[in-house]
């Protein structure tokens, strides 16, 4: 399966502030995939990234909060816009159908 | 009421116990399951990945579906202190704009003790 690098690992940010988390994938891959894990939850899909077109995103998630760009077949990334405490999660990306693989993660934590 | 229902545990079991975990499900449109491992600060791990209802093996580990009951189960054999880790199930509905989604259960927590 595909090798999924993240970065930052982790941040910790102020309110009110963005950040961009990279993903960057070591074959090409048609889809990507944002989720959100918060402390003690499970994962949650924020949206579908597909090069060349606009992200799709689930319902409660909207790009002006996590803007999305996906430049080619190895690359995406996802920014946390105007961020809240309430923000405080895990993000990965993954890269499917069934290829089954995540990023290590991105922790970040909101002050 | 949530697409996938998952006991969150914890679960916490002796070393070479037989350890069943189970996942329900809501949505007939759902085709695929997966089985997820996610050690503490880690990414989920694909585990399994099964698609008709019955039972896969590999090693230790035995994925079963039942898509009549839409019930899933994982079984680890001779479950070792390595196991302790969060399990996921996970699903996907391969149809329509839903394709590719993957739907998590809550995770369960397992601990095997020595």
């Known amino acids: 399966s595909a090798v999924i690098s993240q970065k930052p690992s982790r941040d910790i940010c102020q309110r009110g502030t963005s950040l961009t988390i990279q993903c960057q994938v070591d074959?090409?891959?048609?889809?990507m995939f944002w989720y959100r894990q918060q402390p003690g939850q499970s994962l949650t899909l924020i949206a579908t990234?597909?090069?060349?077109?606009?992200?799709?995103?689930e319902s409660g998630f909207v790009i002006d909060k996590f803007p999305i760009s996906r430049p080619n077949l190895t690359f995406s990334t996802l920014t946390v816009s105007n961020m809240s405490p309430e923000d405080s999660s895990i993000y990965l990306c993954?890269?499917?159908?069934?290829?089954?693989?995540f990023g290590p993660g991105t922790r970040l934590t909101v002050l | 009421q949530k697409e996938v229902e998952q006991d969150p545990g914890p679960l916490s079991v002796p070393e070479g116990a037989i350890v069943s975990l189970n996942c329900t499900y809501s949505?007939?449109?759902?085709?695929?399951f997966m089985w997820y491992r996610q050690y503490s600060r880690k990414g989920p791990e694909l585990l399994m990945y099964?698609?008709?209802?019955g039972n896969k093996e590999d090693g230790r580990f035995t994925a079963q579906v039942d898509k009549s009951s839409k019930y899933i189960s994982l079984f680890i054999r001779d479950s070792q202190p390595s196991d302790s880790a969060t399990y996921l199930c996970?699903?996907?509905?391969?149809?329509?704009?839903?394709?590719?989604?993957?739907?998590f259960g809550q995770g369960t927590i397992l601990t095997v003790h020595p």
């Open positions: 074959s090409q891959v048609t889809m």
């Open positions: 099964t698609y008709s209802s």
């Open positions: 949505n007939s449109a759902f085709q695929y």
């Open positions: 996970a699903m996907i509905d391969a149809g329509g704009t839903s394709y590719g989604k993957l739907t």
């Open positions: 993954s890269v499917g159908p069934g290829q089954g693989s």
């Open positions: 990234a597909n090069q060349g077109s606009e992200a799709t995103y």
